[in-house]
T-cell receptor, first 114, second 110 residues
Framework: SAVISQKPSRDICQRGTSLTIQCQVD?????MFWYRQQPGQSLTLIAT?????????ESGFVIDKFPISRPNLTFSTLTVSNMSPEDSSIYLC???????????FGEGSRLTVL | QKEVEQDPGPLSVPEGAIVSLNCTYS??????FMWYRQYSRKGPELLMY????GNKEDGRFTAQVDKSSKYISLFIRDSQPSDSATYLC??????????FGTGTKLQVIP
């Protein structure tokens, strides 16, 4: 299994500001995934981040709102831009394990936007 | 209709009870099925991973998949207070997007 570290673990932010979440993996991985978990809802995939190429965004998520960087095979960042209270959520970084489709998650970053 | 349906609970059981958690799905392409446990303020932790139909046992946990009925289950035997968490089912057709259920909140009462 992969060990995934996320920073910050939680933050309280003001409306209109931006916050960058960092994700560090203890091994090299091709694909990293960013999920959002809103209260009482299932995990929703925001985007897939591949090293050396643009991230692929899911329907309903755009690069201007959630820019992603993937500078190397062990690190990625997700920025939540121009935040509003609707962005209050847990943001999770994940990677695929040795078997097909098996995902491992970081501890998550809990954002509260006032 | 959601691709994956999961009863949100909460489900409250006494310590030692057998717990049954279930999900139904509509996409026949799903072949890999997972159960995650998520404690409060923590990320999801992979609990069980199964491929196609059948049973898989790991300690007190048993995962069942019935592809003909599009129904998966997680059984917890001799439930403990430490099992109190939210349990998420998840499934995928392969190297594709993983689809999650909304999670069932379980409370095991001492």
């Amino acid at each position: 299994s992969a060990v995934i570290s996320q920073k910050p673990s939680r933050d309280i932010c003001q409306r209109g500001t931006s916050l960058t979440i960092q994700c560090q993996v203890d091994s090299q991985v091709t694909m990293m995934f960013w999920y959002r978990q809103q209260p009482g809802q299932s995990l929703t995939l925001i985007a897939t981040a591949n090293q050396g190429s643009e991230a692929t965004y899911e329907s309903g998520f755009v690069i201007d709102k959630f820019p992603i960087s993937r500078p190397n095979l062990t690190f990625s960042t997700l920025t939540v831009s121009n935040m509003s209270p609707e962005d209050s959520s847990i943001y999770l970084c994940s990677v695929v394990g040795g078997r097909t489709g098996e995902l491992f998650f970081g501890e998550g970053s809990r954002l509260t936007v006032l | 209709q959601k691709e994956v349906e999961q009863d949100p609970g909460p489900l409250s059981v006494p310590e030692g009870a057998i717990v049954s958690l279930n999900c139904t799905y509509s996409n026949s392409a799903f072949q890999y099925f997972m159960w995650y446990r998520q404690y409060s303020r923590k990320g999801p932790e992979l609990l069980m991973y199964t491929y196609s139909s059948g049973n898989k046992e790991d300690g007190r946990f048993t995962a069942q998949v019935d592809k003909s009925s599009k129904y998966i289950s997680l059984f917890i035997r001799d439930s403990q207070p430490s099992d109190s968490a939210t349990y998420l089912c998840a499934m995928t057709g392969g190297y594709q997007k993983v689809t999650f259920g909304t999670g069932t909140k379980l409370q095991v009462i001492p």
